[in-house]
């Protein structure tokens, strides 16, 4: 008996006799809502712990240095033949130590006294400004190819010179050299000059008439570069002032092409996610060189954002995302149709995360106990309120 009384003294919730208490219906009215609000506030917390929260923060992209950007397009060219049709990437990490080893080989091979088929040159255009402007170069580094050894315009207005869009490694250099001057046999280099251009200079005019749907992907380095569809042969001249670049863009994306069901299971942690995926999708791009529109390079400037969404430590999704800017640019050279892409070096990550059960068991604990609370003092409040106006009422001073 000393046992349990001892026991009992630390009660911390000691009865009082049901027979000592007294029911009121402002109690009973208060009784009501606090339940109602503990429910409805219940119910909240319930729906507040079921929903995933999303945190968004802007990082350094976590790429690492050997991983590779997909680049997916699908276009169509309805004055460009796809004969002639080329596409070439190229970067801006620099051509200086391809090039000084490509010009190393090509020397080797071929001789610049005993053989010169293969003549390479390079220019500083910081230093040589006035040479750069005169030809034109608008882009660095630029890497143009003289068939002739020089710039001049013939009577029908073809350009004597090519740019080069295609790889910038020593081996992608060094096979478009040799393939140029494959059909050139050593015999009709010793020629006259003169002789060499009847020979191996006559070009067939390329024909006008066409269309090309150019549908794939490349693989590129994440760092800013372009994507360039343009005419090329090797037996053909292009008259630049008809040349005609227009296209329409069905898909172009960066990363793996996502569909539309992973599109739209994205929109579920931001709104917006997802809307520049594909932001030049259905847009067209029409020139008429007839029009005084003749020698025109389309342009579009494409800065490119990468978003994840992780579920924990899983990585849900990887989505490229970009704006773009396009422009109509006048040139000597053969028009061409031209991606500027640049990848920023920040990513936006988007964390979806999980609410713990202690927190939402503590959370309801504290919804019951405040609102318990709450309601005990206004029901006191009350009553005092009434045995106040009760005493007035009976004409009691206190």
């Not at 026991?7 to 000691?14: A, C």
């Not at 109602?36 to 240095?65: A, C, H, P, Q, R």
């Not at 490694?169 to 010793?190: F, G, H, N, Y």
Request: glycine residues 6%; hydrophobic residues 35%.
């Amino acid at each position: 008996m000393t046992s349990k009384s001892k026991i009992k003294s630390v009660d911390f919730y000691r009865k009082i006799p049901r027979d000592l208490t007294e029911a009121s219906l402002t109690g009973a009215g208060l009784s009501i809502i606090a339940a109602f609000f503990m429910i409805l506030l219940f119910g909240m917390e319930l729906n507040d712990y079921l929903t995933m929260s999303t945190t968004t923060s802007v990082i350094v992209d976590k790429s690492s240095d050997g991983d590779f950007l997909i680049i997916d397009f699908d276009m169509s060219f309805p004055a460009l033949s796809c004969e002639f049709a080329s596409v070439d990437v190229s970067d801006v990490l620099g051509t200086k130590p391809s090039w000084e080893k490509a010009e190393n080989i090509i020397r080797e091979r071929y001789d610049p006294e005993m053989d010169g088929r293969i003549l390479l040159g390079k220019v500083d255009c910081t230093e040589e400004v006035d040479l750069c402007t005169r030809n034109h170069i608008q882009g660095y580094p630029s890497i143009r190819i003289y068939r002739k050894g020089s710039d001049l315009r013939e009577a029908d207005g073809h350009n004597e010179h090519e740019s080069y869009y295609g790889d910038r490694d020593t081996e992608s250099l060094v096979k478009t050299m040799e393939e140029l001057v494959a059909p050139i046999s050593l015999e009709s280099q010793r020629v006259s000059s003169d002789a060499k251009l009847q020979t191996n200079g006559t070009k067939r005019p390329a024909p006008t008439s066409g269309g090309c749907r150019i549908e794939g992907f490349v693989r590129v380095k994440k760092v800013p570069g372009n994507l360039v569809i343009s005419a090329h042969s090797a037996a053909h001249s292009f008259d630049a002032s008809q040349m005609n670049m227009s296209h329409v863009i069905s898909h172009f994306s960066f990363g793996k092409r996502l569909s539309q069901q992973a599109i739209s299971d994205m929109k579920k942690f931001l709104p917006y996610l997802g809307q520049s995926y594909d932001k030049l999708s259905s847009n067209a791009y029409i020139t008429n060189p007839k029009e005084s529109n003749e020698n025109v390079t389309i342009e579009h400037y494409l800065q490119v954002v990468k978003t994840e969404v992780m579920t924990g430590t899983n990585k849900v999704v990887e989505d490229y995302e970009y704006t773009s800017h396009s422009s109509l640019v006048h040139s000597l050279d053969i028009p061409v149709a031209k991606f500027h892409y640049e990848p920023s070096p920040m990513q936006v990550l988007i964390t979806e995360t999980a609410k713990s059960f202690s927190h939402f068991l503590t959370n309801v604990c504290a919804i019951i106990g405040g609102v318990f609370t709450v309601a005990g003092i206004l029901d006191s409040l009350l009553l005092n309120t009434l045995r106040l106006v009760k005493k007035v009422e009976l004409g009691k001073n206190f």
